[in-house]
């Protein structure tokens, strides 16, 4: 047999192992989903996310899934994504949610000030209220100094509800928040179930996201249902020997105010309020009659030591006769961030 030269061969002569993978050829590019419509996130619940499409008569809710292309990128409330597939919301219908659009405001805490792990709870609010009790349960002004230390770094304005107003006197809790110049409202709950101040907190919160947080306990599940009629969200209560509520509400949810007068977002009731994420630099931006004076500060000056030029900037009468009770009020939120803060009482932890 002759042997057969090299222009004897031909392609019918190559062996070709077939791929385990497929023939189809890898790509990056992903569909740009020109197409896909827009929608609101007011429900997560165990990776399907409640979503608001359309508006006015053609407004409905639809029931999404995250498509596989977005990885681990988180998906909370508040957020606004695109989505494609079935968006009639039909029942047994499903979507997909392939982007999220970029976020003007995040909300975040950690589990305490050690943990790296960071939590967003909600996309795009405007507003923080933080709801505390003036009794049953005791306020822990620690707790309210770190929500406002979240507000400052999200850029959310922060708004003061004080409930059960009948069985402590406001006065005292609000005049060490004075020279923050923190809006309040001050609530009670009468004999027949009427909610006094229920009308201020509806003008706080008109054209607004608002996010409400607080301890259990303290009547933020009373003050949503009765804002917005048919939440039907749990109301907890306190217990008699640690003073403290016991967790009802499991999950945040979005709700529309009647007449479409803004969002109220509901949030379970935390036990703490970790600010392990949060840059101490960039808390003296909520402080714009502070922050010039700290031109002449030394590189790296955290503005609560003794080479803060700080002091001097008040001490000349810069920051107005309020200046110094506004520099004790912005160390005071710098203390809450670092866990440094003294005192007794039932805020001695992070709770």
């Not at 850029?155 to 004080?162: A, E, I, K, S, T």
Request: proline fraction near 6%; glycine fraction near 10%; aromatic fraction near 4%.
């Amino acid at each position: 047999m002759s042997r057969r030269g090299a222009r004897d061969y031909d392609e019918d002569d190559v062996r070709v192992r077939p791929s385990r993978k497929g023939t189809r050829p890898r790509t990056k590019d992903r569909p740009s989903h020109e197409d896909a419509e827009s929608g609101l996130v007011v429900g997560v619940d165990r990776g399907r996310y409640t979503l608001l499409v359309g508006s006015g008569a053609d407004e409905r809710a639809v029931l999404s899934m995250k498509a596989r292309e977005l990885g681990r990128k988180s998906i909370v409330i508040g957020d606004e994504v695109a989505l494609v597939g079935d968006t009639s919301g039909e029942p047994d219908s499903l979507a997909r949610i392939v982007r999220v659009e970029a976020r003007r405001t995040v909300l975040r805490r950690t589990a305490d000030d050690t943990d790296p792990y960071e939590r967003i709870i909600v996309a795009n609010a405007d507003q923080l209220a933080v709801v505390t009790a003036l009794a049953e349960p005791e306020p822990r002004p620690r707790m309210v100094d770190r929500c406002l230390v979240a507000a400052y770094d999200a850029g959310l304005q922060p708004l003061l509800v004080l409930t059960k107003a009948d069985l402590a006197d406001p006065a005292p809790f609000l005049g060490s928040y004075a020279p923050l110049d923190v809006p309040y409202v001050v609530t009670q709950v009468e004999a027949d179930g009427t909610i006094v101040g229920l009308d201020e907190v509806r003008d706080r919160l008109r054209g607004r996201r608002s996010v409400f947080v607080g301890h259990s306990g303290v009547g933020k599940s009373t003050l949503v249902n009765s804002l917005v009629p048919g939440a039907f969200r749990s109301v907890g209560v306190v217990n008699e020997v640690t003073g403290r509520g016991r967790h009802t509400s499991t999950s945040a949810v979005a709700l529309r105010l009647p007449e479409r007068a803004g969002w109220v977002i509901d949030t379970p009731g935390v036990r703490s309020f970790g600010l392990a994420h949060i840059d101490l630099a960039r808390i003296i931006n909520a402080f714009p009659d502070l922050e010039p004076g700290t031109a002449d500060c030394p590189r790296g000056c955290t503005h609560d030591e003794p080479e803060c030029a700080l002091d001097a900037w008040v001490e000349g009468g810069h920051a107005g006769p309020a200046g110094r009770s506004r520099l004790d009020s912005l160390r005071r939120v710098l203390r809450a961030r670092t866990g440094t803060t003294s005192g007794s009482g039932p805020d001695d932890d992070l709770d």
